[in-house]
């Protein structure tokens, strides 16, 4: 079957760093995505990694290892703003996203 | 604003009935896609249309139908509502190769 696993939950302080990991296993794969959601909001597009490597966008970046079927999603100088939950999606052979559980991220001030 | 619109935003209704959700994708978008959302769980995927066609279902209810029409906006039929269908309801759309998917507000139903 494919699936992805995350974790459920990460705590963290205002300003510092957290990872948040995702590993995969799809019927192929084209892609892995990663998506905020605040609580009762509408998911939204924060990165996408085709390729093995790190991608960075403002405090955001996100990196993707084929070989090992994983990726992570890096927030820095994290914000009261962050907390939300963080979707990991796979493009899979069917050009479908499958969905991870999302990691529910909860700042401390 | 993604600029894709849903609509009802909330709908409340009894068990037994058959409600209709409505999407309209971003200008130019020919893909579709719903999603339920229960309460605290993840995106259970639906179903994906692609300029009016079907494209692939996910672990859609039979008692659930969709349609992507000629303007290309679409409407998620669900009939026979339990309790349990009880849920946020998500339109996405996508263009070109489908990489980013932007979501609608989506439409939370309330089966009492």
């Known amino acids: 079957g494919q699936s992805l696993e995350q974790p459920s939950e990460v705590t963290a302080v205002e300003g510092a760093i957290v990872q948040i990991n995702c590993t995969y296993q799809t019927s192929g794969f084209y892609g892995l995505s990663w998506y905020q959601q605040h609580d009762g909001g509408a998911p939204t597009f924060l990165s996408y990694n085709a390729l093995d490597g790190l991608e960075e966008t403002g405090r955001f970046s996100s990196f993707l290892s084929r070989s090992d079927s994983y990726g992570y999603l890096l927030l820095q100088e994290l914000q009261m703003k962050d907390s939300a939950s963080y979707f990991c999606?796979?493009?899979?052979?069917?050009?479908?996203?499958?969905w991870g559980a999302g990691t529910k991220l909860i700042i401390k001030p | 604003d993604s600029g894709v619109t849903q609509t009802p935003k909330h709908l409340i209704t009894a068990t037994g009935q058959r409600v209709t959700l409505r999407c309209s994708p971003r200008?130019?978008?020919?893909?579709v896609y719903w999603y339920q959302q229960s309460l605290d769980q993840g995106l259970q995927f639906l179903i994906h249309y692609y300029n009016g066609e079907e494209r692939a279902k996910g672990n859609i209810l039979e008692r659930f139908s969709a349609q992507q029409f000629p303007d290309l906006h679409s409407e998620l039929n669900l009939s026979s509502l339990e309790l349990g269908d009880s849920a946020l309801y998500f339109c996405a759309s996508s263009g070109g190769e489908g990489n980013i998917q932007y979501f609608g507000a989506g439409t939370r139903l309330s089966v009492l």
């Open positions: 200008s130019g978008d020919l893909s």
């Open positions: 999606a796979v493009k899979d052979s069917n050009y479908q996203l499958i």
